[in-house]
């Protein structure tokens, strides 16, 4: 059974930090490109940032020189250290693990940046 388990979610105010994690289960992880997606209230989805299984990585417009995707092989885990958070960084964030047409989600985290 694949599970993908997001954490680190919560408040903080406008300028603080997160880590968000994303602990996979029942995947090869190694081979997955994973990624961080985002829904804020009333807009689709957008990918935040990808990693891939070779280690490269993308990121939106509008997280650059902010978030930093990484992950660790070993633990099965990927994150997104996301730094000068904003109020439009508000959403729910999920993880998304794919690999050929194996395509899978978390549950997701709520991000809220409020003061």
């Known amino acids: 059974q694949v599970q993908l388990v997001e954490s680190g979610g919560g408040l903080v105010q406008p300028g603080g930090s997160l880590r968000l994690s994303c602990a996979a289960s029942?995947?090869?992880?190694?081979?997955?490109?994973m990624g961080w997606y985002r829904r804020a209230p009333g807009k689709q989805r957008e990918l935040v940032a990808i990693?891939?299984?070779?280690?490269?990585?993308n990121y939106a417009d509008s997280v650059k020189g902010r978030f930093t995707i990484s992950r660790d092989n070993a633990k099965n885990t990927v994150y997104l250290q996301m730094n000068s958070l904003k109020p439009e960084d508000t959403a729910v964030y999920y993880c998304?693990?794919?690999?050929?047409?194996?395509?899978?989600w978390g549950q997701g985290t709520q991000v809220t940046v409020s003061s």
């Open positions: 029942g995947i090869g992880f190694s081979i997955y490109d």
């Open positions: 990693i891939r299984s070779g280690g490269t990585t």
């Open positions: 998304n693990a794919l690999w050929m047409k194996h395509n899978y």
